[in-house]
């Protein structure tokens, strides 16, 4: 009897699980999908370029040594990334699960000109995790999905690369899509929509072009800002975009920056994309990063992978936008998995020690040891106790709190790493340092005494230094 291609990948990957680990499975064969079977050799799909070639380098010759008592004959182990995955507008660094990919136009009615993106499942509200950095744009995103044409339009997102507004773009495509399965949505990056007019000149089908842009009921553009400096695009998207707004069709849009900073903008554009809502997408804060992290272990099953004391060490030394994080936590899996070790912060420094961040300047870590021995010493007057004390392994209740409260000034005075706050004070770990910030301004909020009492040994360290 004939095998199936993923009748034979289910049976390679039940072996692999006596020989490998379970957590190597998970994290990179699990992954990988059956694509093809001709009797001598599988072809297996993979998410990224990355997973092929570190599979390659690291597990096919395990599978083909496996193959002959799997399905009782030798067989050749060739690896891809998914097709749709080549096209993709921006990396999606983490495991998809089956079928996220959707089709924005069915194939035959897409026309062979113009290349159109696909939506990804997992850019949902549900896997959006929202903070104080993002919550406008958020609940703007959210309101035009249940309004499409009427709230906000167009909706106008803004900020630095990787912190979410394409994720928020296609959720509401996706919630869209999901209330009315007939809309008809157009997905594109400005690149795409200029490649298009480029080429529609040449060919002189210009209407054709104008019928297919101006026919969808909702138009999404990444990355708008490319668009400066390119007058016959200009001139064409203005076009698009009146005959789009005067039907009430939605319109979404994406930018590094507001519209009125685009440099080469037409006013006539600038002016347009502010009619409806514009809404900043910022940088997450401590906490927000580790809620992310703690979404995104969850999504991909692994949160009994990486422990969370891990995840807030990820969180605290990587804070430059949602996709470095996401790369972080590849990387550290990457490094696991070669290293033949369990995931713990002293193994997440190694991996991730050029992703730290740069706080090690010779002319600035006296400075800072003497301020932090300063916010020691004035809490430490405050409380009647000592340095020593605060610095000591002692947990008295006499301590405990002044300790926290030291803890809590070297953060928002100094802005210090958790773990050089921990260093600082005994070589207390990251959940203690967190325990101590979240405690005392539960505190500070609770009692008015206590908050005045942190309050005056904040003025005071901040009017020494």
């Not at 698009?240 to 903008?265: C, H, M, W």
């Amino acid at each position: 009897m004939s095998l199936t291609a993923t009748e034979v990948w289910t049976r390679l990957l039940d072996r692999a699980r006596t020989q490998l680990s379970d957590h190597i499975v998970d994290t990179w064969l699990s992954p990988l999908t059956a694509a093809e079977f001709d009797g001598d050799a599988l072809t297996l799909n993979a998410p990224d370029q990355f997973s092929v070639e570190w599979n390659e380098r690291r597990h096919s010759a395990i599978l083909e040594s496996l193959a002959p008592v799997a399905v009782g004959h030798p067989l050749k182990i060739e690896l891809r990334v998914q097709a749709e995955r080549l096209q993709r507008s921006q990396m999606d660094l983490f495991v998809p699960v089956k079928g996220q990919e959707r089709a924005i136009m069915e194939p035959e009615k897409q026309p062979a000109n113009v290349t159109l993106s696909s939506l990804n499942e997992r850019y949902s509200f549900d896997t959006f995790v929202i903070g104080k950095s993002n919550d406008l744009a958020a609940a703007a995103a959210m309101a035009v999905a249940q309004a499409p044409g009427k709230t906000y339009n167009p909706l106008f997102f803004y900020g630095p690369t990787g912190l979410g507004k394409t994720h928020l773009m296609q959720a509401i495509a996706q919630e869209i899509l999901r209330r009315a399965p007939g809309t008809r949505v157009t997905y594109i990056t400005t690149e795409q929509f200029t490649n298009d007019v480029i080429t529609s000149i040449g060919k002189g089908a210009m209407q054709d072009f104008r019928r297919r842009y101006r026919e969808t009921d909702l138009f999404l553009v990444d990355d708008v800002h490319f668009i400066g400096g390119k007058n016959s695009t200009q001139e064409e998207f203005f076009h698009t975009f009146n005959a789009l707004y005067e039907a009430g069709r939605q319109i979404v849009l994406t930018s590094d920056r507001p519209p009125s900073e685009i440099p080469k903008l037409e006013a006539r554009l600038a002016s347009r994309f502010a009619w409806g809502m514009v809404a900043d997408v910022g940088q997450p804060d401590l906490e927000h990063r580790i809620a992310i992290l703690r979404r995104k272990a969850e999504m991909d099953h692994l949160e009994h992978t990486i422990p969370d004391d891990v995840l807030h060490f990820i969180a605290d030394h990587v804070q430059s936008n949602v996709r470095e994080l996401e790369g972080s936590i590849i990387k550290l899996l990457a490094f696991a998995s070669l290293k033949h070790r369990v995931i713990t912060v002293d193994l997440a420094r190694e991996a991730l020690r050029d992703k730290l961040r740069a706080n090690d300047a010779a002319e600035l870590r006296p400075a800072r040891q003497d301020r932090m021995g300063l916010i020691q010493q004035r809490v430490a007057a405050e409380w009647s106790t000592t340095v020593e004390g605060l610095q000591s392994k002692t947990r008295t209740k006499n301590l405990t709190v002044p300790r926290q409260v030291a803890m809590y000034l070297a953060r928002e005075v100094l802005g210090l790493q958790l773990v050089e706050i921990g260093q600082a004070f005994g070589g207390r770990d990251h959940s203690t340092v967190i325990h101590s910030l979240e405690r005392v301004s539960e505190m500070m909020k609770e009692n008015a005494d206590f908050r005045m009492r942190v309050e005056k040994v904040r003025e005071s360290v901040r009017h020494s230094t």
